[in-house]
Nanobody, 123 residues
């Protein structure tokens, strides 16, 4: 059974940093794209970042470009989201997801989802 388990969320002051982790298991992800999405209360789900497991090509949402970095550890089968220069508007539940569609940035194209981790940025 496929599992995506996020961790690393929490409360941080504006300007601070957090690193989210997504541990993947249950299948081979070498041909998959791994993504991070977020959803704030009352807002639609938003694409944050994605990475192709093979090759490492990355994709970012406009609101996080230059502040967030997605990367992976093949040995640990874990994807990370390094978030720097955090802003209050980054407050949301962050979800890890996986898709067999290379480079997908729309949530409807993702097959597997984690349970989410809360990130709260105080001003």
């Amino acid at each position: 059974q496929v599992q995506l388990v996020e961790s690393g969320g929490g409360l941080v002051q504006a300007g601070g940093s957090l690193r989210l982790s997504c541990a993947a298991s249950g299948r081979t992800f070498s041909s998959y794209t791994m993504g991070w999405f977020r959803q704030a209360p009352g807002k639609e789900r938003e694409f944050v970042a994605a990475i192709r497991w093979t090759g490492g090509t990355t994709y970012y949402g406009d609101s996080v470009k230059g502040r967030f970095t997605i990367f992976r550890d093949n040995a640990k089968i874990t994807v990370y989201l390094q978030m720097n220069s955090l802003k209050p508007e980054d407050t949301a539940v962050y979800y890890c997801a996986a898709t067999p569609l290379g480079g997908a940035t729309h949530g409807s194209l993702y097959e597997y989802w984690g349970q989410g981790t809360q990130v709260t940025v105080s001003s």
